[in-house]
């Protein structure tokens, strides 16, 4: 009986971790990578300088670091997969509101959004993970999930 019920816990967790890795894969993958891609038609169609895109990018990891830290703290006080998932409405609705900026500022403002939201979303992932499972199983599957921190050096 108690192995019934432990298989259906590691099912659960497994389960867990993959959504973990889309959250991570939505947050780094759009909310990180795949604006430099969009700023080149941005600028074109705002008419902004290089000073103004940079600006913009900058305001990206501003987003980033502080809510880096005020997701880890709103993480221990509330349940951290309520602040993900928080932090991934952020990220989404930052990059629809994107497609319609018009201003320099409106776009300034969503990418200091989308930087929360992916913030949040990586550094308390992690954190999620590694609190599902003992430290000897937890780490060989922590840097299979997450390779972008020590999985790059295995």
Known sequence: MTEIRDSNRNGWKIAGVAALVLACLAAMGLGR???????????????????????????????????????GALGDRYRPKM???????????????????????????????????????????QAQSKQWWPVCQGNRRYICAFPGGGGRLV
């Open 83 to 125: 602040i993900i998932l928080i932090c991934l409405l952020f990220l989404a609705g930052a990059m629809v509101l994107m497609g319609r900026v018009s201003s320099y500022y409106t776009a300034l403002i969503l990418m200091f959004v989308a930087g929360m939201g992916t913030g949040g979303t990586y550094v308390l992932s």
């Open 33 to 71: 990578y795949a604006y430099p891609v969009i700023l080149p038609d941005m600028q074109r169609g705002l008419g902004l300088s290089y000073a103004h895109m940079g600006t913009i990018g900058t305001a990206n990891m501003a987003g980033y670091l502080v809510f880096a830290f005020l997701g």
